[in-house]
C-alpha cells in the first residue's frame, strides 16, 4: 500500500514557542491532505482537510491562525501549532489521499508535549 | 449529527476464538463503511471498506458485515492471534460527502495465548 510519513515521530516543546510537523507521501502524489489530533482513548478527529496549492478548510472550532496548514507540493503538507500550550499536547496524525474519496493512507503519527 | 458507537470497553478472548466487534451509527446512510487497525503511539491502518450493496466482504481471517437497515456493522477476526491485539476502528464518509471521514472511537481488543 501507499506510504506516508510524518517528521517529527515525538516532540517536547515548551509553552508560547511554535512547532513544525512534516507530512510526506513517499510513493504517491496525495491531491489532498487531512489532519487529525487523537486524544487518549479518543476517537480521530479531523482538524483540516488542503488541497495542493490551495487554503486548508479548517472544522468548526479548530483555529486556522493557531494550527497553520500548508500544502505546497503533492507530496508534502505542514502542520505549524502556533504559540502552543499544554492544552495542545496532543497525537497529530495526517493521512493523504490520491483523489478516491474511500482511500486514505495514514502517517504514523507525532506525539506533541507542551511543558 | 452523524453518530458513530463502538463498544468502549476491552474485548479480551482467547487465542484462536473468533472476535466479534460491533459499530452502530445513527442518523446517516452512508455509502460504504471502513474498518481500520491502529495500535498504540501508531497511525490507522486500513483493513477493509465495504459497501452500501454487499451484506459482507471477507480478506483472510477478517469478515465484515453490513445491515444498512440495522444501522450496524460487525467485524469478525477468526483464529484469533496475540499479534491482533490492538485497537479497530469504525469509519464512515462525512454526510456532506467529499473526503471527510468520521471515525468512532474504537475497540481494543486483547487476544491472550
Known amino acids: 500500500g501507499a506510504v506516508v510519513s510524518q517528521h517529527p515521530s515525538r516532540v517536547i516543546c515548551k509553552s508560547g514557542t511554535s512547532v513544525k510537523i512534516e507530512c510526506r507521501s513517499l510513493?504517491?502524489?496525495?491531491?489532498?491532505m487531512f489532519w487529525y489530533r487523537q486524544f487518549p482513548k479518543q476517537s480521530l478527529m479531523l482538524m483540516a482537510t488542503?488541497?495542493?496549492?490551495?487554503?486548508?478548510?479548517?472544522e468548526q472550532g479548530v483555529e486556522k491562525d493557531k494550527f497553520l496548514i500548508n500544502h505546497a507540493s503533492l507530496t508534502l503538507s505542514t502542520l505549524t501549532v502556533t504559540s502552543a500550550h499544554p492544552e495542545d499536547s496532543s497525537f497529530y496524525i495526517c493521512?493523504?489521499?490520491?483523489?478516491?474519496?474511500?482511500?486514505?493512507?495514514f502517517g504514523p503519527g507525532t506525539r506533541l508535549t507542551v511543558t | 449529527s452523524q453518530k458513530i458507537e463502538q463498544n468502549s470497553e476491552a474485548l479480551n478472548i482467547q487465542e484462536g476464538k473468533t472476535a466479534t466487534l460491533t459499530c452502530n451509527y445513527t442518523?446517516?446512510?452512508?455509502?460504504?463503511l471502513q474498518w481500520y487497525r491502529q495500535d498504540p503511539g501508531r497511525g490507522p491502518v486500513f483493513l477493509l471498506l465495504?459497501?452500501?450493496?454487499?451484506k459482507e466482504k471477507r480478506k483472510e481471517r477478517l469478515k465484515v458485515t453490513f445491515d444498512t437497515t440495522l444501522k450496524q456493522s460487525l467485524f469478525h477476526i477468526t483464529a484469533s492471534q496475540p499479534a491482533d491485539s490492538a485497537t479497530y476502528l469504525c469509519?464512515?464518509?462525512?454526510?456532506?460527502?467529499?473526503?471527510?471521514?468520521?471515525f468512532g472511537a474504537g475497540t481494543r481488543l486483547f487476544v491472550k495465548a
Open positions: 493521512s493523504a489521499s490520491g483523489g478516491r474519496a474511500a482511500e486514505q493512507y
Open positions: 510513493d504517491f502524489q496525495a491531491t489532498t
Open positions: 488542503s488541497n495542493e496549492g490551495s487554503k486548508a478548510t479548517y
Open positions: 442518523n446517516y446512510s452512508p455509502a460504504y
Open positions: 465495504i459497501r452500501e450493496n454487499e
Open positions: 469509519a464512515l464518509p462525512g454526510r456532506a460527502g467529499g473526503f471527510k471521514t468520521i
